[in-house]
C-alpha cells in the first residue's frame, strides 16, 4: 500500500473541514485578539511534544542499553520528525524546540505567559497533570484538550496516538495556520514577526516533509489489517473534533468586536 491509498483521509474530510472552516480564523484580526490566540494555543504546542515523544518511545529505543526496535524505516521517520520540532532553527540560526520558540514569539508579541509559565513550573514542582491542569488560571479549554492529548499519549494504542498525531496535527496544521500568517501579513506589525516565522517554517514542515513522513509512518503501522485502519479513523476524528472544542473555547474568549 501506498500513500495515495490512504485509508483514512476520505473517512475524515468532513470533520477536517469544519475545522478548517471554523470561524475562528476571521476572528483573529487583530493584536488583542492574536495575543488571546497565542495564551490558549500555546499549550497545543506544548502536548504536541508529548504525543511526538510517545512515538518516539515505542517506535525507536530511548532504553539503556541500546538494541535495534521495531522498523529501521519507522525510526528514521519518528527520528526525523524529532529532530526537527525539539531542535530547529530559529531565524537568527539558534537552535530550539519550536515550543520554545512559540514562547519567544509570544513574549515579543505581548501576550500574557503566565499560564503556562505557572503550569510548567507546577509540573517541574512535582505536581502531577490532573492536579497541573485544574490550575484555575488556565484559560478556558485548555483542560479538557490538553487532557484529552495526554491521555491519548499516555494509554492509547500505538497505531492511535500515530494517528491522532497524524490526522490531528501534522495534517490540518499547514491549512489552520495559513489565515493566521495572511492576518499577520496584513497588520504589518514588527511585534509579530518572531510568531509569522513560527507559523511559516510549521506550514512548510508540516506541509511537506514532515506530513509525508508521518503518512508512511501510519502505512507502517496498520500495513494490510483493516481493524486496525478503523481504530485509527476514529482515534483521528477524535483528535479533529478535540480541536474543534478547543477553538470554540478560543473564540468564546476573544474581545468583542
Not at 84 to 89: A, T, V
Not at 236 to 257: S, Y
Request: with cysteine; net charge negative; charged share 25%.
Amino acid at each position: 500500500m501506498d500513500a495515495s491509498a490512504d485509508p483514512i483521509a476520505p473517512r475524515i474530510e468532513d470533520a477536517r473541514q469544519r475545522l478548517l472552516r471554523h470561524p475562528i480564523y476571521r476572528r483573529v484580526d487583530g493584536p488583542e485578539a492574536i495575543r488571546t490566540f497565542l495564551e490558549t494555543h500555546v499549550f497545543a504546542v506544548w502536548d504536541f511534544m508529548s504525543l511526538l515523544k510517545r512515538l518516539q518511545r515505542d517506535l525507536t529505543c530511548v532504553d539503556l542499553p541500546w538494541r535495534p526496535v521495531g522498523d529501521p524505516e519507522v525510526r528514521f521517520l519518528i527520528n526525523e520528525i524529532v529532530c526537527g520540532e525539539e531542535s530547529d532553527q530559529g531565524p537568527d540560526g539558534s537552535r530550539a524546540s519550536h515550543f520554545e520558540l512559540y514562547l519567544q514569539a509570544m513574549r515579543e508579541a505581548g501576550a500574557d505567559t503566565s499560564a503556562i509559565d505557572g503550569f510548567l513550573s507546577a509540573l517541574a514542582a512535582g505536581q502531577s497533570v490532573g492536579t497541573a491542569l485544574a490550575r484555575p488560571d488556565l484559560p478556558a479549554g485548555v483542560r479538557r484538550f490538553t487532557g484529552f492529548t495526554l491521555q491519548q499519549a499516555r494509554d492509547g494504542r500505538l497505531h492511535e496516538a500515530a494517528a491522532a498525531f497524524t490526522y490531528g496535527r501534522e495534517d490540518v496544521i499547514p491549512e489552520m495556520f495559513l489565515p493566521l500568517v495572511d492576518t499577520l501579513v496584513a497588520s504589518g506589525r514588527t511585534q509579530f514577526g518572531l510568531l509569522k516565522f513560527y507559523l511559516e517554517r510549521h506550514i512548510a514542515l508540516d506541509g511537506g516533509h514532515h506530513g509525508q513522513l508521518a503518512r508512511r509512518m501510519m502505512l507502517r503501522l496498520c500495513g494490510e489489517d483493516p481493524l486496525l485502519w478503523d481504530e485509527a479513523t476514529t482515534a483521528a476524528l477524535a483528535a479533529i473534533h478535540e480541536r474543534i472544542g478547543l477553538w470554540d473555547a478560543i473564540l468564546g474568549r476573544l474581545p468583542a468586536r
